[in-house]
């Protein structure tokens, strides 16, 4: 699975316009600063690039909560994206969310009750199966943005979204860096 063209021209239009804003906003700025600015300059990019995934809109409202990362993300975006961007990021009730975390934990509850109940000796292949799939879904969640408030099915497609997103990422600014390489080479 690759991700197609039209995604890396839109990646690479948008993350070029937050190169240019993070470089006339900042002229006398350290190192790190520069660094953290091209990052979110690619973070923002990608997410607009997307279709609008779970993943995207975290980005986007995670790093529009920030004040001084505002004008940025509204440059690159523009006015209309970011609007269409907040108003998905909304949609998704918090009382929702903590309807279905309160639902997890009753049901890890229940099942480490049911584990302990049998012997102490020998523990089921599927108990063990299930305190893996556990342990590894708790780690996408971790690493996929906006993955915290996913159920198991959608982290799984949004984390293969995700992926083919950040490959595609990968690919664009390798091949920018070697553009960049060849200009100032010759």
Avoid at 17 to 22: A, C, D, M, R, S
Avoid at 27 to 37: D, G, T, V, Y
Avoid at 99 to 128: D, F, N, Q, Y
Avoid at 156 to 178: F, G, K, P
């Amino acid at each position: 699975m690759q991700a197609s063209n039209s995604f890396k021209r839109t990646f690479l239009k948008k993350f070029l316009v937050g190169l240019q804003q993070t470089n006339l906003a900042s002229k006398n700025i350290s190192l790190f600063e520069r660094k953290n600015a091209i990052k979110l300059s690619s973070d923002i990019a990608l997410a607009s690039a997307g279709d609008g995934a779970n993943w995207s809109r975290a980005i986007v409202t995670n790093a529009s909560k920030q004040e001084k990362n505002k004008n940025l993300v509204k440059n690159i975006l523009g006015e209309v994206q970011l609007d269409r961007f907040t108003k998905l990021q909304n949609k998704g009730s918090s009382l929702t969310c903590k309807r279905e975390t309160c639902k997890r934990i009753l049901r890890r509850s229940r099942l480490e009750r049911r584990i302990r109940k049998r012997s102490p000796k020998r523990v089921a292949g599927s108990a063990v199966a299930k305190i893996m799939l556990k342990k590894r879904s708790r780690f996408l969640k971790c690493v996929v943005p906006g993955g915290e408030l996913m159920d198991e099915f959608s982290l799984i497609d949004e984390t293969i979204d995700y992926i083919l997103s950040l490959r595609a990422q990968v690919d664009v600014m390798h091949r920018l860096a070697n553009a960049f390489k060849h200009c100032i080479g010759k």
